[in-house]
């Protein structure tokens, strides 16, 4: 036994009394090996960061898809993402247990008129089911739209894409989000459509 003392008692003479810390004891290396072991464990940590995904931009691209009757044009907005990274935006087994939502592209549209566009695709949906797009109360106008991507695996891009009709014959900015359960998020990148 480690620090073990010999104890005197009243009845049973001398005891040996102490012993390992169970708690230590169970869930530690013994004190000789817990460096090595501590060494060990950050190199793997190390390792497994390097693996984890990572989100970078890829192109975006932006098509006139067709022209209407007076001012108005349809636009296919094509925004790209890759994960640099090893590992998948989620595992396939977190998804099978609800644990993790698919990647989604979220684009918000800056204009001073809420009559100069309309999304065509993704279509919106009724308030009253599941929505893929998150309302403004005040004015009932979509604070952004969401398309989802699926899950992106280690190495691979993903692609959404976005129609959008453009009023007046002016072009409209806006930004673009990606949002990930796991590799966290893409901050935003400005487009034009135009």
Do not use: C
Not at 4 to 25: Q, R, W, Y
Not at 95 to 100: A, D, P, Q, T
Not at 118 to 123: D, G, Q
Not at 132 to 158: K, L, V, W
């Amino acid at each position: 036994m480690e620090n073990g003392t010999l104890v005197n008692h009243v009845i049973h003479d001398s005891v040996e009394a102490g012993g390992f810390h169970p708690k230590f004891f169970s869930q530690n290396p013994p004190p000789a090996h817990l460096e090595k072991w501590a060494s060990n464990q950050a190199l793997f940590n190390k390792e497994l960061i390097r693996h984890l995904p990572r989100l970078e931009w890829e192109e975006f691209s932006v098509k006139k898809v067709k022209k209407h009757r007076g001012d108005s044009v349809d636009y296919d907005l094509t925004i790209r993402f890759r994960n640099a990274g090893k590992l998948p935006t989620a595992l396939s087994q977190a998804h099978l247990v609800k644990m993790v939502k698919p990647d989604e592209v979220r684009i918000k549209i800056m204009s001073d008129s809420a009559l100069s566009y309309r999304v065509i695709e993704p279509a919106p949906v009724s308030r009253r089911r599941e929505s893929m797009m998150m309302f403004d109360e005040d004015n009932r106008r979509p604070e952004y739209i969401t398309a989802t991507a699926g899950y992106t695996p280690g190495g691979a891009t993903a692609e959404v894409h976005f129609i959008i009709r453009v009023f007046e014959g002016t072009g409209i900015k806006g930004t673009a989000t990606v949002i990930t359960t796991r590799a966290g998020i893409l901050q935003e990148k400005e487009f034009t459509l135009r």
